[in-house]
C-alpha cells in the first residue's frame, strides 16, 4: 500500500535559517506528491506540488523537487521566518482513488 | 473568492446529543471529504463523496454519517457523541478525475461535555 514517511519535529530553528523537512514516500505507480501547510487552529492548505518525477514545486520561498531514484520530496526553504511556525504534511496521491496519503505531520517552531 | 466554508467554527455538545456540522463549497468540485484531526495528529479520513457516490472507510465508526444533498453542500452527523469524538473536523473539496489536490475549509473544533 501506499505509505509517507516525515521526519520527527518538532524542529525548532533560529530566523532566517535554513529550513529542511524530509519526506520519502511508498506507492504503486506513479504519485502526485504534495505538501501542506496548518497554522494553529485553521485547516491545512495546499503550499506546493509536483505531478511526476524531477518536477520541482514551489511557493512562498518553500521548494520540494520530487526525487523518482530516492523516493523522496523534501521541503527547503533559505531563510525561514517567524511566520512559517506551523504543522506541515506531506501527502501523495495516485492511481484512480480519490483520497490523498498523509505522513504524520512536522511541527516547525520559529524563533526570533 | 472560491473556497470551502465550514459552519460553525467552534461547536459544543452534550455526551449522546446529534450534532451536526456543516460544509459548503463555491469551487464547484465534484468530490468533498470529511476528515477527523486531533491534536497534533495528521487527518483521518472519515469518508467521502464523489458526485452522490458516498465512500465510506473501512474504520469509520457507524455513529458517523454523512449527507451531500447536492454539489455544494455536505453535511458530518454524529450520532451519539462520545468524550473521544472531540476533535477539530475539516472539510475538502476536489475537483477529481485527473486533479486530487485537495481545499480545505478551516475546521470546526467540535467539544463534548
Known amino acids: 500500500g501506499n505509505s509517507v514517511t516525515q521526519m520527527e519535529g518538532p524542529v525548532t530553528l533560529s530566523e532566517e535559517a535554513f529550513l529542511t523537512i524530509n519526506c520519502t514516500y511508498t506507492a504503486t505507480g506513479y504519485p502526485s506528491l504534495f505538501w501542506y501547510v496548518q497554522y494553529p487552529g485553521e485547516g491545512l492548505q495546499l503550499l506546493l506540488k509536483a505531478t511526476k518525477a524531477d518536477d520541482k514545486g514551489s511557493n512562498k520561498g518553500f521548494e520540494a523537487t520530487y526525487r523518482k531514484e530516492t523516493t523522496s520530496f523534501h521541503l527547503e526553504k533559505g531563510s525561514v521566518q517567524v511566520s512559517d511556525s506551523a504543522v506541515y504534511f506531506c501527502a501523495l496521491h495516485t492511481g484512480t482513488a480519490s483520497k490523498l496519503t498523509f505522513g504524520t505531520g512536522t511541527r516547525l517552531q520559529v524563533t526570533l | 473568492d472560491a473556497m470551502v466554508i465550514q459552519n460553525p467554527r467552534y461547536q459544543v455538545t452534550q455526551f449522546g446529543k446529534p450534532v451536526t456540522l456543516s460544509c459548503s463549497q463555491t469551487l464547484n468540485h465534484n468530490v468533498m471529504y470529511w476528515y477527523q484531526q486531533k491534536s497534533s495528529q495528521a487527518p483521518k479520513l472519515l469518508f467521502h463523496y464523489y458526485d452522490k457516490d458516498f465512500n465510506n472507510e473501512a474504520d469509520t465508526p457507524d455513529n458517523f454519517q454523512s449527507r451531500r444533498p447536492n454539489t455544494s453542500f455536505c453535511f458530518l452527523d454524529i450520532r451519539s457523541p462520545g468524550l473521544g469524538d472531540a476533535a477539530m473536523y475539516l472539510c475538502?473539496?476536489?475537483?477529481?478525475?485527473?486533479?486530487?489536490?485537495?481545499?480545505f475549509g478551516p475546521g470546526t473544533r467540535l467539544t463534548v461535555t
Open positions: 475538502a473539496t476536489s475537483r477529481g478525475g485527473t486533479s486530487y489536490e485537495q481545499y
